[in-house]
């Protein structure tokens, strides 16, 4: 997101991944990626401090990732959030794929 990769993330991201918003807005996949495309959401840095609560059930895993992201959303002002997004994977044809994000902050 940071790079604006939009084939790696077209890759990773299953078909139906939804990402909540701390908002409680759910945004569908395409609209994200469109958003960070046309820099509604403008990702300057992620900066990983924790990975934790790792998961894994047969083709279903789950982990909550904590970064410090710097980004200007939907026209805010630059900022820097520590971010916590709980992220949920399902194996499809042999490739784990992201299904769902949820962000919140810690």
């Given amino acids: 997101m940071v790079?604006?990769?939009?084939?790696?993330?077209n890759e990773?991201?299953?078909p139906?991944?939804?990402l909540t918003h701390m908002t409680g807005?759910?945004?569908?996949k395409l609209e994200w990626i469109d958003q960070i495309q046309n820099e509604e959401m403008k990702y300057y840095s992620s900066v990983e401090e924790n990975?934790?609560?790792i998961q894994l059930d047969g083709?279903?895993?789950s982990l909550v990732g904590q970064n410090q992201v710097k980004a200007s959303i939907w026209g805010s002002?630059?900022?820097t959030w520590p971010l916590q997004i709980k992220m949920y994977f399902e194996k499809q044809n042999g490739r784990w794929l992201i299904t769902k994000q949820v962000a919140s902050t810690f």
């Avoid at 790079?3 to 993330?9: A, W």
């Fill in 25 to 28: 807005y759910v945004q569908p």
């Fill in 12 to 14: 990773i991201l299953g």
């Fill in 77 to 79: 002002g630059v900022s």
């Fill in 59 to 61: 083709d279903h895993a």
């Fill in 3 to 9: 790079e604006k990769d939009i084939l790696t993330l």
């Fill in 51 to 53: 990975i934790k609560d």
């Fill in 16 to 18: 139906t991944m939804t």
